[in-house]
């Protein structure tokens, strides 16, 4: 009785110490044909690289990040399952749902040892860390500049990488997020 109480003890030690550790927001999840899947979160604040084109630690609230991957099934022949997807553009636009204060924001590549490649930036939320808050994401193609295609994509896929698409989503609550610390 006491060794099976010692073993369920560590165990939920062991979960809550992951789940600490590795605390992001979930804001939603979407899938873009042909085959992207992104993952949009709110993450804890961070010290990146370059200081010159991101936002010092200790003026941001979070962390705002879209994780942009190839689908492990259901995509485009020759494509890396799971693999990042490059030179998208992206962008978040954050309301604060009380005040209607809001913060317009690209995302750009960052890369990091648990997450690999994604599109984010560190922000300062446009109110209270405590007030709710709406994201709209757009995610649009490369420009033609950007990336070419070739004749086997156009006759498999079409005439584009894919079309802008838009997602919206509300009652975010960053609070937990905004005071979490990843040091």
Do not use: C
């Not at 099976?4 to 062991?14: A, G, H, P, R, W």
């Not at 030179?87 to 204060?101: E, F, S, V």
């Not at 994401?137 to 584009?160: A, C, Q």
């Amino acid at each position: 009785m006491k060794f099976s109480y010692k073993i369920l003890s560590i165990t939920f030690l062991l979960i809550s110490t992951i789940f600490s550790n590795a605390q992001e927001l979930i804001i939603g999840e979407e899938r873009i044909e042909p085959g992207i899947v992104v993952i949009f979160e709110g993450a804890i604040k961070d010290m990146i690289m370059p200081s010159s084109t991101n936002l010092n630690e200790n003026l941001t609230d979070i962390h705002i990040e879209a994780r942009v991957n190839w689908d492990v099934d259901n995509i485009p022949k020759g494509t890396p399952k799971g693999g990042f997807v490059p030179y998208l553009h992206i962008n978040a636009l954050i309301t604060n749902q009380k005040t209607g204060l809001k913060t317009f924001i690209d995302l750009i590549p960052h890369i990091n040892l648990s997450d690999n490649f994604h599109y984010a930036r560190n922000i300062s939320l446009p109110g209270k860390i405590e007030d709710l808050y709406s994201v709209k994401y757009t995610i649009s193609p490369p420009s033609k500049y950007d990336v070419s295609l070739h004749m086997d994509w156009k006759k498999e896929i079409g005439n584009s990488f894919f079309e802008t698409v838009t997602y919206s989503y509300k009652d975010i609550k960053f609070e937990e997020i905004a005071k979490a610390s990843r040091r």
